[in-house]
């Protein structure tokens, strides 16, 4: 599974599913500044509803900060294994990452993903309390697979015993 697909929209705030580096500074009303990317963890971990209530919190939050200078784009755990590398991502997820392309930096929170949390860490960024990091350039992004909404399923390749264990004889 890659780039995954889908997510709540509203008129003002858009969440765009991650597939070009072009989208670290887009936003529909013109250019941001900052670049929100939530990272969810594997729809095998959550399940479509887990994954549904990740974006409907990230939604919120967005449209909490609609008139600061975010764009907002989230992508599946381990589908961008470079990005989450660079961003020192670490296997947490759900997590959010905010990034300046401009600037080359970028802040992690340290504190637990709830919406409140996730408000303040924003205005944290944009007031300059949360502490940033450089990175010296930012990784192509991979292409992958869309989500279709629905739950994950898990791809087996079962032996036979016969193979396994094969015929003495």
Same mark, same amino acid.
């Given at each position: 599974?890659?780039?995954?697909?889908?997510?709540?929209?509203?008129?003002?705030?858009?969440?765009?599913?991650? &597939?070009?580096?072009?989208?670290?500074?887009?936003?529909?009303?013109?250019?941001?500044?900052?670049?929100?990317?939530?990272?969810?963890?594997?729809?095998?971990?959550?399940?479509?509803?887990?994954?549904?209530?990740?974006?409907?919190?990230?939604?919120?939050?967005?449209?909490?900060?609609?008139?600061?200078?975010?764009?907002? &784009?989230?992508?599946?755990?381990?589908?961008?294994?470079?990005?989450?590398?660079?961003?020192?991502?670490?296997?947490?997820?759900?997590?959010?990452?905010?990034?300046?392309?401009?600037?080359?930096?970028?802040?992690?929170?340290?504190?637990?993903?709830?919406?409140?949390?996730?408000?303040?860490?924003?205005? #944290?960024?944009?007031?300059?309390?949360?502490?940033?990091?450089?990175?010296?350039?930012?990784?192509?992004?991979?292409? #992958?697979?869309?989500?279709? #909404?629905?739950? #994950?399923?898990?791809? &087996?390749?079962?032996?036979?015993?016969?193979?396994?264990?094969?015929?003495?004889?």
């Amino acid at each position: 599974v890659g780039i995954v697909d889908g997510g709540p929209t509203v008129a003002l705030v858009a969440i765009q599913v991650l &597939v070009h580096t072009v989208q670290f500074g887009l936003r529909q009303s013109g250019k941001s500044k900052l670049c929100a990317v939530l990272f969810l963890p594997h729809i095998l971990d959550s399940g479509a509803a887990g994954r549904e209530e990740y974006l409907r919190t990230f939604h919120d939050i967005a449209t909490e900060v609609a008139k600061l200078p975010f764009a907002f &784009v989230w992508v599946e755990a381990n589908a961008q294994p470079e990005l989450e590398s660079t961003l020192n991502i670490n296997g947490n997820f759900p997590t959010l990452a905010v990034l300046s392309v401009d600037k080359k930096v970028f802040a992690v929170p340290k504190i637990s993903w709830t919406k409140k949390n996730m408000g303040q860490f924003l205005s #944290g960024v944009l007031s300059g309390a949360e502490k940033s990091s450089k990175f010296a350039a930012l990784p192509s992004i991979a292409a #992958g697979s869309k989500w279709d #909404g629905k739950d #994950g399923e898990l791809i &087996v390749d079962e032996i036979s015993l016969d193979d396994l264990f094969g015929d003495d004889e």
